[in-house]
């Protein structure tokens, strides 16, 4: 059973940094775009970042500048540098990534729990 497990959010100051990580495991055999994903209360989820397997990037335009997200095949990691953040940086940040299992050709969409991030002004 593959897993997206977020690690690094926290409590921070306003124009503070935090670094998003996260893991995947489970039997996976190539995983495709990775990306990061957050949701402020009463709100939808909306696309933060996200890095394709040949390492293009695409950012939300509220994010760009601010944000780098970086991927470590190897060790099936995905991170989220957040610089310079606001207090409407403040939400649930969730990792995504398309995922193959080996002996199934279709990659299937995961989502890890969640790490809530909280910017205070």
């Known amino acids: 059973q593959v897993q997206l497990v977020e690690s690094g959010g926290g409590l921070v100051q306003f124009g503070g940094s935090l670094n998003l990580s996260c893991v995947a495991s489970?039997?996976?055999?190539?995983?495709?775009?990775m990306g990061w994903y957050r949701q402020a209360p009463g709100k939808q989820r909306d696309l933060v970042a996200l890095?394709?397997?040949?390492?293009?990037?695409t950012y939300a335009d509220s994010e760009r500048g601010r944000f780098t997200i970086s991927r470590d095949d190897a060790r099936k990691r995905v991170h989220l540098q957040m610089d310079r953040l606001k207090s409407e940086d403040t939400a649930v940040y969730y990792c995504?990534?398309?995922?193959?299992?080996?002996?199934?050709?279709?990659?299937?969409?995961?989502w890890g729990q969640g790490t809530q991030v909280t910017v205070s002004s």
């Open positions: 489970g039997m996976i055999s190539t995983i495709f775009t």
């Open positions: 890095i394709r397997r040949d390492g293009t990037r």
């Open positions: 995504n990534a398309d995922i193959q299992i080996p002996g199934y050709r279709p990659p299937t969409n995961y």
